[in-house]
């Protein structure tokens, strides 16, 4: 059976508050302990404190995602609801951090500056809400091309949720300026995921660690940079 496009989109935007809000009650409850100082001598921007554009850049999903929906560009792929693929998932989460990756660093070449990337990395530490730091070029590279790309890839409509949602849970916890316990436990080490230990290492090294999801990406690309060997990471000279 299948819906209105504006059932699947609402949906979808619905699930996409979740990593956000989520990861802030999150540690709003547990007191989350902040592990990093201050390490990085550029110059205050004046924006650490300040929230980003919201306006701007959720007029801008909305628009790009529902006209994803109302156009049909995945209908083939993403209109089944009743059953879910973990193969698909896996598959669209390794493959849309290859691309992010790629993507990623372009944005750091002479020819990507146009994205201006440069604006996320002003944050002199990157925090849960500096991850919504983003030009509008960049937002648009940077998550919604990927999402489209990834979008053909034959799955079901909830696979693609679950997609969004736990990639987007891990980019957020990659700037969440807390050391939360599970990223040191064995699973999430044998996933090969990003930390925000590793992602921290981009912000102080912007030339290593452009993957958000998967460290493998990197060290396929001879880019990965282990945060036990990075002054500020676990020791403070």
């Not at 698909?88 to 944005?107: E, W």
């Amino acid at each position: 059976m299948e819906y209105p496009w504006y059932i699947y989109c609402s949906i979808e935007m619905l699930l996409m508050t979740i990593p956000y809000y989520g990861i802030n009650l999150y540690d709003y409850l547990t007191k989350s302990k902040p592990w990093r100082r201050e390490i990085q001598k550029r110059k205050p921007q004046g924006i650490e404190l300040k929230e980003a554009s919201v306006l701007s850049h959720s007029i801008t999903h909305l628009l790009i995602r529902s006209s994803v929906w109302y156009f049909h560009f995945h209908h083939s792929t993403m209109s089944n609801m009743n059953s879910i693929s973990l193969v698909s998932f896996l598959l669209k989460m390794i493959l849309y951090d290859g691309l992010g990756a790629v993507f990623h660093q372009y944005q750091h070449s002479s020819y990507g500056r146009v994205f201006n990337h440069l604006k996320h990395h002003q944050l002199r530490t990157p925090t849960l809400a500096s991850s919504a730091y983003l030009s509008l070029g960049e937002l648009v590279l940077s998550n919604h091309i990927g999402w489209i790309i990834i979008g053909f890839i034959p799955g079901s409509f909830w696979d693609h949720c679950l997609f969004l949602v736990i990639s987007s849970l891990i980019k957020r916890l990659c700037h969440s300026n807390y050391d939360h316990p599970w990223e040191s436990t064995k699973v999430y080490r044998w996933l090969r995921l990003v930390g925000s230990h590793e992602h921290h290492v981009h912000h102080l090294h912007p030339n290593k660690n452009f993957a958000d999801l998967f460290i493998f990406w990197d060290q396929l690309f001879g880019t990965f940079l282990d945060p036990k060997y990075v002054n500020g990471i676990y020791n403070y000279d």
